[in-house]
Nanobody, 124 residues
Framework: QVQLAESGGRLVQPGNSLKLSCKAS????????VAWFRQTPGKEREFVAAISWGDVRIHYADSVSGRFTISKDNAKKMVFLQMNSLKSEDTAVYYC?????????????????WGPGTQVIVSS
């Protein structure tokens, strides 16, 4: 069983940056693919970014490519999402997810473990 806990969400102005963190409680974190998803009320959960297990492949949604950066620290069992040039449409609850030996895809079915989420609001 893997437990995930996100942190770092808050109110931020458009154009500014924010870094989200996700702490995992598991051994051998390097065997897990990790991803960030987001969701707004009334909409389906949306893929944001992912790293495959073994840290071989990194994948971004088109909507965040060039603005967001996902990173993973296996020793500290942490996943990060650096978000730059934030827009109002980035407002959402952001979820961290992990999947054992996953390819790091945009499919949420790949990920067995999910955090409770952290709220990001981009507004002036």
């Amino acid at each position: 069983q893997v437990q995930l806990a996100e942190s770092g969400g808050r109110l931020v102005q458009p154009g500014n940056s924010l870094k989200l963190s996700c702490k995992a409680s598991t051994r051998a974190f390097e065997y897990y693919a990790v991803a960030w998803f987001r969701q707004t009320p009334g909409k389906e959960r949306e893929f944001v970014a992912a790293i495959s297990w073994g840290d071989v492949r990194i994948h971004y949604a088109d909507s965040v490519s060039g603005r967001f950066t996902i990173s993973k620290d296996n020793a500290k069992k942490m996943v990060f999402l650096q978000m730059n040039s934030l827009k109002s449409e980035d407002t959402a609850v952001y979820y961290c997810a992990a999947g054992l030996r996953g390819p790091g895809s945009e499919l949420d079915s790949e990920y067995q473990y999910w955090g409770p989420g952290t709220q990001v609001i981009v507004s002036s």
